[in-house]
């Protein structure tokens, strides 16, 4: 059996796009706790955190989580998952976690490249580039502590991913 994969980490550090990429190189299925929850509920993040405020979004966000995990999944979550002792401890337990680790400055200028609003609106009502490093200065403990591996997620696409896969077959052969 294979252990679901989870990738965490800020907003911007590539969890989307990395799942979907190590989707198809391990013929294991992607899923991406955003976009399930949005789906269940019809609403963007946006809408659902104006609608129920960001409790009602974290709230959602545990129960995407349980309902994707399953062996040879990648989970790709999204940034703020880490901020629950449940989910991080359901995370640990259930599979390998995977912390893509990005400095602000990285963040940033991808978020400001691909801000895509509607899933994520402000969290502190502050600039992105303020934003940023406030919220992760926040949650960077988290993450470490949630995670099995480290990665390097400010390296090229391709880079991450090989990264990734020896995190993996180390984790398969211990
Ligand atoms: N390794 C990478 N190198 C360059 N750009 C990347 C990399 N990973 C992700 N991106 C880009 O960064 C943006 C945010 O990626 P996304 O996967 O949505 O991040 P997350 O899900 O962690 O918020 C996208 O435009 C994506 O194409
Ligand atoms: O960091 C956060 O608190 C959030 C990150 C977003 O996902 P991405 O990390 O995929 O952008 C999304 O879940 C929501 O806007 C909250
Ligand atoms: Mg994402």
Redesign the pocket.
Not at 76 to 80: C, N, S, Y
């Given at each position: 059996m294979t252990l679901p994969i989870f990738l965490i980490?800020?907003?911007?550090?590539g969890?989307?796009t990395v799942g979907h990429a190590l989707s198809q190189l391990h013929v294991c299925q992607f899923v991406d706790?955003?976009h399930w929850l949005q789906e269940q509920a019809q609403m963007t993040?946006a809408q659902l955190v104006s609608k129920e405020g960001w409790q009602g979004?974290r709230a959602r966000?545990t129960e995407a989580l349980e309902a994707v995990t399953a062996p040879a999944r990648v989970v790709?979550?999204?940034?703020?998952i880490i901020l629950s002792e449940y989910n991080r401890k359901f995370m640990r337990e259930q599979g390998v976690v995977i912390y893509l680790s990005a400095p602000v400055s990285v963040l940033v200028d991808r978020l400001e490249a691909y801000p895509?609003e509607s899933?994520?609106?402000t969290?502190t009502g502050k600039p992105v580039r303020e934003e940023v490093g406030e919220?992760l200065a926040g949650r960077e403990a988290l993450y470490r502590e949630a995670a099995h591996h480290v990665v390097n997620a400010a390296q090229d696409l391709d880079l991450v991913i090989a990264e990734i896969q020896t995190a993996l077959r180390l984790a398969r052969a211990s």
């Open positions: 980490g800020a907003r911007g550090c969890k989307t706790t955003d993040v979004f966000e790709a979550t999204g940034g703020g895509k899933q994520r609106p969290l919220i």
